[in-house]
Every structure is written in C-alpha cells, then in structure tokens.
C-alpha cells in the first residue's frame, strides 16, 4: 500500500483534517496492558498526586500515537509515515469521571522536502486542557 495522497497535489502550507481524541482511564489501562507499561501514575490518582502531578496523566506514547493518527489517517497508509519525532511539553491529565480528557490535533506541511522521494515534513499541533502537549512534534511523510 502506499499513500493515497499524491506529492504534486501539496503544497506547504496545507492543512490535514484536525481531529480530538477522547482520553479516558480504561484507554490508560487497555494501552497499559499492550504496552506493558504499568507505572501506576498512569492508573492510580493516589499515587499520582504523590509524585507532584495533578492527577493520573496519559502515557507519552499514547499521546504520541493519538497525534501520530492525524498524519497516517491523512496519508492513507502508517508505512507512509518514515520519521516522527516529539517533545513532550506538558502532560494529558486523565480526570477519573466520564468524560476524561481530550486530545486536539492539528496539522499541516511545513516544507516540501524531496521531490525525488516525494517526501513532506508535516509539523504537528496537540492540545489538552488548553496546554500544548507535544513541542516540537514533526513527521515526515512519504507520498504517492
């Protein structure tokens, strides 16, 4: 499979479709059982709050690959995707009630990279609670 979107139809400047992701505490604990990463800051308030956070957070990764689906989802294929990097700037705080917490993401070209590759960067935007999550969140992508 390869991207479906086809490197002469993008220009820098472009924006990818924008999506939320909702975040809840069984999503914390269905990724912490794939991932195998069980630090109780992402599963227990208790000890959370000990530590000096505000409550339960998401796990960076998670957050990570929630932004990451902006560009696959976009692209039309994950193996499209041939670099992406992160900084993690503030953590997704995951309340223990109905709603948890959301992830918005937005994206757009930042610069045409290689035209015999067909490669784009695409520079990412991820929000929780009105806090910018992910700095420096960068993607380069490999198009049709």
Same mark, same amino acid.
């Given at each position: 499979?390869?991207?479906?979107?086809?490197?002469?139809?993008?220009?820098v400047?472009?924006?990818? %479709?924008?999506? #939320? &992701? %909702?975040? $809840?505490?069984?999503?914390?604990?269905?990724?912490? /059982?794939a991932?195998?990463?069980?630090? %109780?800051?992402?599963?227990?308030?208790r &000890?959370?709050?000990?530590? /000096?956070?505000?409550?339960?957070i998401?796990?960076?990764? &998670?957050?990570?690959?929630?932004? @990451?689906?902006?560009? #696959?989802?976009?692209?039309?294929? %994950?193996?499209?995707?041939?670099?992406? /990097?992160?900084? &993690? $700037?503030?953590?997704?705080?995951?309340?223990?009630?109905? #709603?948890?917490?959301?992830?918005?993401?937005?994206?757009?070209? @930042?610069?045409?990279?290689?035209?015999? @590759?067909? $490669?784009?960067?695409?520079?990412?935007?991820?929000?929780?609670?009105?806090?910018?999550?992910?700095?420096?969140?960068? @993607?380069?992508?490999?198009? /049709?």
């Amino acid at each position: 499979m390869t991207a479906r979107i086809a490197y002469a139809d993008v220009e820098v400047g472009t924006e990818l %479709p924008a999506r #939320t &992701f %909702p975040v $809840t505490r069984a999503d914390l604990v269905r990724y912490a /059982g794939a991932s195998g990463d069980f630090n %109780p800051i992402h599963w227990n308030e208790r &000890f959370a709050k000990e530590v /000096g956070l505000p409550d339960v957070i998401a796990h960076g990764m &998670f957050t990570m690959a929630e932004a @990451a689906r902006v560009v #696959t989802d976009w692209a039309g294929d %994950p193996a499209a995707v041939v670099e992406y /990097g992160v900084r &993690f $700037t503030h953590p997704v705080v995951v309340p223990n009630d109905d #709603t948890g917490a959301e992830i918005e993401v937005s994206a757009k070209v @930042a610069a045409k990279l290689d035209d015999e @590759a067909r $490669t784009v960067r695409v520079d990412l935007v991820a929000r929780s609670a009105g806090q910018k999550v992910l700095g420096l969140s960068r @993607a380069v992508v490999r198009l /049709g």
